[in-house]
C-alpha cells in the first residue's frame, strides 16, 4: 500500500476524550506523526483568577475528574505555604488517604483501559468491578465518587470515625488479593505480553530530554517521584518506596503501575493504623499575601505542577496548571515513529493521557476549518488587544 | 422424497433450524463470555431483538459507494455460509453428500472474509481499507494451516464427503483422538475465521473502529453479523463431523428414529463444546498484532500441521503394510 494518512481522532473509539493524530502510514507501519491535542479548552486557569479561596477549590477539583483531588491537593499546599500554615497532622494524613485511593482507583482504572485498547476486555471488566471497592471507600469518607470535596484551605472537612477505620481496613486485603490477580495476569498472559513488551521504548536519556514525568519516566528507569523528593503532605512520615522500572516499553509502564498500586496499599493502611489525633484543619486567613509559588504534587499520572501569584487579596493573581500528561505527550510522538499502527492505541494509552486537563487553547481559522499555532508573541498582542476591547466596551 | 427435500432444506435441519441455532450460539457465546469476565449478559432473545432492530434501521450509503457491490456483498456471504450448512451431517448423513464436497465446504466458508474484503474496499474509507486488507492477510496466514488440518482426516478415512468421513469415525474412533494437533489447529482456525479474539485484528475497534464494518448499517450490517453467526454453526459443525464423529454414535442405535434424535444430540452436544472452547479462548486472550500473527501461524501453526501430514502419512503407510 502507499503511504496513508490515518486519521485518528477528535472522535474514535479508543479515544475518551477529544484529540486528533494525523498518523501517516505505510502499510502498517507508522512513518510520521501530527498531534493536535486541544479541543477542550475551558477557560479554568482565567476562572480561577475570578474565585476566592474558598470557591476556587471546587472549580480546581473539575480540572480533571480522575486526579481531582490531585488538583485540590498542589493548590492547597501551595496557598498554606504562602500564608505559613501550620496543618494538623490528622489533616495531613487524611489527605494522604484520599490520595492514593485516588491513586488507586486511577490505576486499576488504567490497568483496564489498557487491557482494552488490545482487546483483552476480561481484565477490564475484573479490574473495574474491584475499583468498585475504592470507589466505595472514598464514597464513605468523603461522600462522593469523584470531585471529593475533601481539601480546603488548612485541612479538610470531614473526619474519620473509629467505625470507618475498621470498615474500610476490612476490605484491603480482597484488593491486595485482587491486585496480586492482576500481577499474574500481566506477567503470564501471554497475549497482553505479546502487545506489551517491546512496545513504545523510550530509554532512560529520550524520557529525560523529552521531559516525561510520572510512571511513563519510571518505566524508562527515572527515579523520580515528587512524594519522595518534594514531600508534602504525610509522605515524609510513611514507609514506602518508589518502583522504577528499566525496561522502558509498555510493560515496564505497567509494571510500574502495579507496583504503585501495591505501595498505595500499604501507605493507605499504614495512615489509617496510626491516624494522629486532633483536629482536621485550622482556620485559614481570608487573604492571602503578596507571593508567588511553584506547587508541586504527584499525581496519579506524574508531577503535577501549580504556579500560583498572590497580592493581598482573597484571590490568586495568576494561576498556572502544568498537567503531567502535557509533560508526556512529547514522549509519544517520538516513541510511536516506526511502530505498527495496532500499537498507537496502546503506546497512547500508556501515558494515561487526560486530554481535557492539558488543553489550553485552539485557535480556528476564520471559518472553523483549520487550526493554527501562535508563537509568543503574537498570543502576547492578542491578549493585549482582546482586554483593550474588552476595557472599552 | 422431493417434499422430504425441501422440508430438509427449508425446515428442518436446514435453513429455519440453522437461523434459531445460530441466534441460540450466539446468545450462549455472549453469556458465557460474560459470565467469564462478571458481567451480567443478554437475555435469551437479545440476539433476535439485536437482529430485527438492525433490519429495521435505515441504510446509509457512503458518498461514492457502488451500491449494488455494496448490498450485493453481505448477502453473497450468507448465501455462502448457508449453503456451506447442507453438506454438514446433523441427524445423520446429509442428502446432498457426494465426493469432494469437503473441499465445496471449505471453499464456501472462505467466501464471507472475500465479501469483507470487497466491503471494505467499496465503503472508501480508510478505517475499512485497512481492515478489508487485514482480513485478507490474516486469510492467507491461518488458511494453509487450517486447510492442511481439515483434509487430514480426508486422507486417513479416504474419503473426501464430510459424511463419509464422520461414518469412518463410527468404526475407527475420533479423528480428535487420532489426530490432536489437527484438531487444535482446527480450532484455532476457525476462531480466526470468526474473527474472534485473539484473532479479531480486521475490526479491532480500539485501532480501526470497526474495519470493514465500519460504514455498513441497517439491513447490511444485520446480514453481516446473520453470516458470522451462521458460520459459527457451519464451522463448529464442520469441526465436529470431521474430528468429534459428527452426529453418529460409536455404535448403531436399532429403530431408526431413536437413532436420528440421538445423532441430532450428539450435534447439539458436540457443536455447544466447541462453542464452549471457543468462547474461553474468547475471553482469555487480547489481540494480536498481524505481523505478530503472521510469525505465529507461519512458525507454529504451519509446522505443526505439517508436522500432523508427516504422522498421518506414517499411520497410513504403518496401516497399509501391515
Not at chain 2, 475465521?193 to 479491532?204: H, N, S
Not at chain 2, 479462548?281 to 509446522?303: E, P
Given at each position: ?304 505542577v501549580h504556579f500560583i501569584r498572590t497580592n493581598d487579596t482573597d484571590r490568586v493573581e495568576r494561576l498556572d496548571i502544568r498537567t503531567p500528561t502535557l509533560a508526556n505527550w512529547t514522549s509519544v510522538t517520538v516513541s510511536l515513529v516506526n511502530q505498527n499502527i495496532a500499537d498507537i492505541p496502546v503506546i497512547v494509552a500508556a501515558i494515561d493521557p487526560c486530554l481535557s486537563c492539558t488543553s489550553r487553547i485552539t485557535i480556528l481559522s476564520e471559518r472553523g476549518r483549520r487550526t493554527a499555532e501562535m508563537t509568543w508573541a503574537q498570543l502576547v498582542d492578542h491578549g493585549q ?9 | ?322
Amino acid at each position: 500500500m502507499p503511504e496513508v494518512v490515518l486519521p485518528i481522532g477528535p472522535q474514535h473509539p479508543a479515544l475518551k476524550e477529544p484529540v486528533n493524530f494525523k498518523v501517516i502510514v505505510d502499510g502498517e507501519t507508522i512513518v510520521g506523526l501530527e498531534l493536535d491535542v486541544s479541543y477542550t479548552h475551558r477557560g479554568i486557569e482565567k476562572a480561577a483568577e475570578q474565585r476566592d479561596f474558598i470557591r476556587v477549590i471546587p472549580l480546581l477539583e473539575r480540572v480533571c475528574g480522575i486526579c481531582s483531588h490531585a488538583h485540590a491537593q498542589a493548590f492547597c499546599t501551595g496557598i498554606e505555604e504562602i500564608m505559613h500554615l501550620e496543618v494538623p497532622p490528622r489533616a495531613q494524613y487524611l489527605r494522604t488517604i484520599v490520595a492514593e485511593l485516588e491513586r488507586m482507583h486511577s490505576h486499576i482504572l488504567w490497568l483496564g483501559v489498557a487491557a482494552h485498547v488490545v482487546g483483552f476486555n476480561t481484565l477490564f471488566m475484573w479490574t473495574w468491578r474491584d475499583r468498585e471497592t475504592t470507589q466505595d471507600i472514598l464514597e464513605e469518607m468523603t461522600g462522593n465518587r469523584m470531585n471529593y470535596g475533601m481539601n480546603e484551605v488548612g485541612g479538610v472537612r470531614r473526619d474519620l470515625k473509629p467505625g470507618q477505620i475498621s470498615s474500610i481496613l476490612s476490605r484491603l486485603p480482597k484488593l491486595e488479593e485482587q491486585i496480586g490477580k492482576y500481577v499474574g495476569m500481566v506477567r503470564g498472559e501471554e497475549t497482553m505480553l505479546l502487545r506489551f513488551r517491546g512496545i513504545g521504548k523510550l530509554s532512560k536519556a529520550e524520557a529525560l530530554k523529552y521531559g516525561t514525568v510520572g510512571p511513563t519516566a519510571r518505566a524508562s528507569g527515572v527515579d523520580y517521584d515528587i512524594r519522595r523528593d518534594d514531600p508534602s503532605i504525610a509522605y515524609a512520615e510513611v514507609p514506602w518506596k518508589v518502583v522504577t522500572d528499566t525496561s522502558g516499553d509498555v510493560y515496564g509502564r505497567t509494571l510500574v503501575r502495579i507496583g504503585e498500586l501495591q505501595e498505595s496499599l500499604g501507605i493507605i493502611r499504614y495512615c489509617l493504623e496510626h491516624l494522629p489525633e486532633g483536629k482536621i484543619g485550622i482556620p485559614a486567613p481570608k487573604v492571602a499575601p503578596r507571593g508567588e509559588i511553584l506547587s508541586r504534587y504527584e499525581a496519579p499520572r506524574g508531577e503535577l505542577v501549580h504556579f500560583i501569584r498572590t497580592n493581598d487579596t482573597d484571590r490568586v493573581e495568576r494561576l498556572d496548571i502544568r498537567t503531567p500528561t502535557l509533560a508526556n505527550w512529547t514522549s509519544v510522538t517520538v516513541s510511536l515513529v516506526n511502530q505498527n499502527i495496532a500499537d498507537i492505541p496502546v503506546i497512547v494509552a500508556a501515558i494515561d493521557p487526560c486530554l481535557s486537563c492539558t488543553s489550553r487553547i485552539t485557535i480556528l481559522s476564520e471559518r472553523g476549518r483549520r487550526t493554527a499555532e501562535m508563537t509568543w508573541a503574537q498570543l502576547v498582542d492578542h491578549g493585549q488587544r482582546f482586554y483593550r476591547k474588552w476595557g472599552r466596551s | 422424497m422431493d417434499l422430504l427435500l425441501v422440508i430438509y432444506v427449508l425446515l428442518f435441519p436446514g435453513f429455519l433450524f440453522l437461523l434459531a441455532y445460530g441466534f441460540l450460539l450466539q446468545y450462549l457465546d455472549r453469556k458465557i463470555a460474560a459470565r467469564m469476565q462478571a458481567r451480567v449478559g443478554p437475555p435469551l432473545l437479545q440476539p433476535v431483538a439485536d437482529f430485527i432492530k438492525m433490519l429495521g434501521k435505515e441504510v446509509i450509503d457512503p458518498a461514492g459507494v457502488d451500491r449494488a457491490a455494496f448490498d450485493a456483498a453481505p448477502l453473497m456471504a450468507l448465501a455462502a455460509v448457508m449453503t456451506a450448512f447442507l453438506y454438514i451431517p446433523i441427524v445423520g448423513e446429509s442428502p446432498f453428500a457426494f465426493q469432494g464436497d469437503l473441499v465445496l465446504v471449505l471453499y464456501l466458508l472462505t467466501l464471507p472474509t472475500i465479501a469483507l474484503f470487497l466491503l471494505g474496499w467499496l465503503s472508501r474509507n480508510v478505517f475499512s481499507s485497512v481492515g478489508g486488507v487485514r482480513a485478507v492477510t490474516m486469510l492467507f496466514i491461518y488458511e494453509v494451516p487450517f486447510f492442511l488440518a481439515l483434509l487430514m482426516p480426508a486422507l486417513m478415512a479416504g474419503s473426501w464427503s464430510i459424511s463419509e468421513i464422520a461414518g469412518w469415525q463410527q468404526e475407527h474412533g475420533w479423528f480428535a483422538l487420532l489426530q490432536p494437533i489437527g484438531f487444535v489447529v482446527g480450532l484455532i482456525g476457525l476462531q480466526a475465521k470468526l474473527e474472534r479474539q485473539p484473532f479479531d485484528i480486521p475490526e479491532a475497534e480500539t485501532e480501526i473502529v470497526a474495519g470493514p464494518w465500519t460504514e455498513l448499517t441497517g439491513r447490511r450490517l444485520a446480514l453481516m453479523h446473520l453470516t458470522m453467526q451462521v458460520m459459527l454453526v457451519a464451522g463448529s459443525g464442520l469441526i465436529a463431523a470431521l474430528f468429534l464423529g459428527g452426529p453418529l454414535l460409536p455404535w448403531n442405535i436399532s429403530p431408526a428414529w431413536l437413532a436420528t434424535i440421538a445423532g441430532f444430540l450428539m450435534f447439539l452436544g458436540k457443536t455447544l463444546l466447541i462453542l464452549v472452547i471457543l468462547a474461553s479462548l474468547k475471553v482469555a486472550t487480547g489481540r494480536i498484532r498481524i505481523d505478530q500473527l503472521n510469525d505465529i501461524g507461519w512458525k507454529y501453526l504451519a509446522s505443526a500441521t505439517i508436522l500432523q501430514v508427516g504422522i498421518v502419512l506414517l499411520m497410513d503407510y504403518i496401516r497399509v503394510g501391515t
